[in-house]
Nanobody, 126 residues
C-alpha cells in the first residue's frame, strides 16, 4: 500500500493550493482518507476527512479550516483532494494523508489510521 501526497508549496496569505493524495495497493473506496498536518513544534492535528462509503461518504473539517478548505475524492482515480483557499500563515505545516477504517468517533485520531503517505510542505507567507 502506498499513499503519495503532493501539491504543497509556498503561497502568500490569501492564496490557494490543491493537495492530492494518490493511493495504490488498496481497495480505495473502502477506506476513509484523512488529511492531517503538523506545524513545527506542534503535534499532528486533524484537518479534514472523507469517510468511506460504509460510513456514509461524509466530509468533516476542523473548525479552523471550515469554509476555506474543501475535501473531495475520486474513487476511479484512487485520489483524494484538499482544495485550500484563503490560506493563512497559521496553515503552514507539513500535510499528510492517511487511510484507514476508523469508526466515526475516531476519525480525527492519528492512531486510527493504518496507512500513511509522506507529507507535503505548505508554507503561507504573511
Amino acid at each position: 500500500v502506498q499513499l503519495q501526497a503532493s501539491g504543497g508549496g509556498l503561497v502568500h496569505t490569501g492564496g490557494s493550493l490543491r493537495l492530492s493524495c494518490a493511493a495504490s495497493g488498496l481497495t480505495f473506496s473502502t477506506y476513509t482518507v484523512t488529511w492531517f498536518r503538523q506545524a513545527p513544534g506542534k503535534e499532528r492535528e486533524f484537518v479534514s476527512t472523507f469517510t468511506r462509503r460504509e460510513n456514509g461518504a461524509r466530509t468533516y473539517y476542523t473548525d479552523s479550516v471550515k469554509g476555506r478548505f474543501t475535501i473531495s475524492r475520486d474513487n476511479a482515480r484512487n485520489t483524494v483532494y484538499l482544495q485550500m483557499n484563503s490560506l493563512k500563515p497559521d496553515d503552514t505545516a507539513v500535510y499528510s494523508c492517511a487511510a484507514g477504517v476508523p469508526v466515526l468517533s475516531a476519525i480525527s485520531r492519528v492512531s486510527a489510521y493504518r496507512y500513511w503517505g509522506r507529507g507535503t510542505q505548505v508554507t503561507v507567507s504573511s
